[in-house]
């Protein structure tokens, strides 16, 4: 049996009756922040930034930091997509991009000075392997240029099968890179024609075994239940395949189909969607297969084999929540390059501007391409350290949250304890007098608990442009 810091088991699998889980199966947010993304003002520019920075210069005792660099070109478009990205053929317009980027460093680095250390690095997007080998190997040079990249880091870059081969991932072991994130999504040819993204198993097989005798250190796997033409039948059929392969990681998400915001998704057609019960059952399923496979359930939607760092970070409760999702690392600020990327500096996030365009005009006018962002307040703090504990350890000591803020948690969450009830009843949450305990069916649901503590959301009714809570 593996177990928690408490001594809790954290590997059994509840029953998730469908009434349980349709009484979760709402839009919530990802907490990869708090306050989420959507509460950044414009209020907060180039200034307040600029401001953050120096007081992380002042500050003895400056949070490590994390280094996320994000690349928003794709060769294709997955009818799926609901990130920030440019899809193109030109492939020399990666050539310009980098040398903003180089820009855009040259600003931290006159704000920051030269030589800080970067504890963790993730190159994402769009997709990375966009860029050649040489423009990776450049950008790799021109980081480590202007810092220090700890070689014990975690270094990891999203993966689109389609545009690696051998050579390729021997290069990227070459940069430094310890860990891989494939975008599988579903092995169905059927459902890989629906949204336009034709990949073959055998070529993820081939990738994943190259990976390994490579000794690339976590291999994660990406899949989404909810997309056209999956049924339950083919996905078990594409759980069986992931059985065989067994990444060390699963993110297992929800496809949430809103054409109204995301353009791409106009082109699947509704009536290709599995019903709402069809997706629960591939849910169900999913956990069901990992459980079997011998995958512990890290949080949100996330799976790792028990020896994985993740799984291990979660046993010791060292695991923590950035905006790449779940990490091993300690809290970090983190400075983020790229259009549309978002940072964390001291009490503050802040967001580059999605425009290319304006990208490259703010950095020609050697400004930082901030255009929104927040100062996070004395209340916003007390409740990032509460979502983040329940999201991240399962619980909270009232004791070490009063010792912190200098508040009494009781009377401070009164509603939010009084909320709790219902989720204590249905075996989700363990209150007492000490603090709230997440059970082992609670994990399923976390984002729900930790949304009882998120003012914002609590004021505000409208949470469809969220994605499903599981
Ligand atoms: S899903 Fe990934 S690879 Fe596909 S279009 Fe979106 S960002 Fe690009």
Aim: some cysteine.
């Amino acid at each position: 049996m593996i177990a928690d810091t408490t001594g809790r088991p954290i590997q059994t699998l509840p029953e998730l009756t469908p009434e349980i889980l349709q009484r979760f199966d709402v839009a919530g947010p990802r907490y990869t922040s708090y306050p989420t993304a959507d509460r950044f003002v414009e209020a907060f520019g180039e200034n307040e930034f600029m401001q953050a920075l120096e007081q992380r210069c002042m500050g003895g005792l400056a949070f490590p930091l994390s280094l996320y660099v994000h690349i928003p070109f794709c060769d294709s478009l997955c009818f799926y997509c609901a990130c920030n990205k440019i899809v193109t053929k030109h492939h020399e317009r990666a050539a310009e991009y980098l040398r903003y980027l180089s820009r855009e460093v040259d600003l931290y680095v006159s704000k920051l000075g030269k030589g800080q250390t970067i504890t963790q690095l993730h190159l994402g997007g769009g997709t990375p392997t966009f860029f050649s080998d040489d423009e990776l190997a450049e950008l790799m040079a021109m980081l480590g240029r202007n810092f220090v990249i700890a070689p014990t880091g975690e270094h990891s870059i999203e993966v689109d099968p389609r545009t690696v081969d051998e050579e390729r991932l021997k290069r990227l072991a070459e940069l430094g890179f310890n860990r891989l994130s494939f975008g599988v999504q579903d092995f169905d040819h059927e459902v890989q024609k629906a949204v336009h993204r034709i990949q073959p198993a055998e070529q993820v097989f081939d990738l994943v075994a190259i990976a390994r005798s490579l000794g690339f250190e976590s291999i994660n796997v990406d899949l989404i239940y909810g997309l056209p033409k999956q049924t339950p039948e083919s996905f078990q059929r594409t759980l069986a395949q992931v059985a065989k392969l067994r990444p060390d990681r699963i993110a297992l998400y929800a496809y949430a189909h809103l054409p109204e915001r995301f353009k791409p998704q106009r082109r699947i057609k509704a009536e290709d969607l599995p019903p709402p019960a069809g997706k629960l059952q591939m849910l169900s399923d999913a956990i069901a297969a990992f459980h079997a496979d011998g995958y512990v359930y890290v949080g949100m939607d996330h799976f790792a084999l028990p020896d994985d760092a993740l799984a291990v970070a979660k046993r010791q409760g060292r695991l923590h929540r950035n905006f790449q999702g779940y990490s091993t690392q300690p809290d970090c600020d983190q400075i983020s390059l790229g259009v549309s990327a978002i940072g964390r500096v001291g009490a503050t996030y802040s967001q580059n501007t999605k425009s290319l365009e304006d990208y490259y005009d703010h950095l020609e006018q050697g400004r930082f391409p901030i255009v929104r962002g927040l100062a996070l307040s004395r209340d916003d703090l007390v409740r990032r350290a509460v979502i983040m504990a329940l999201m991240c350890q399962g619980r909270i000591q009232y004791e070490s949250i009063n010792l912190a803020y200098l508040i009494d948690f009781r009377r401070y969450f009164e509603p939010e304890l009084i909320k709790l009830q219902e989720m204590v009843k249905d075996g989700l949450v363990e209150v007492d007098m000490h603090g709230i305990q997440v059970t082992s069916s609670g994990w399923f649901f976390v984002r729900g608990i930790a949304m009882v503590f998120d003012r914002y959301l609590q004021a505000d009714r409208n949470r469809a442009r969220f994605s499903k809570i599981i």
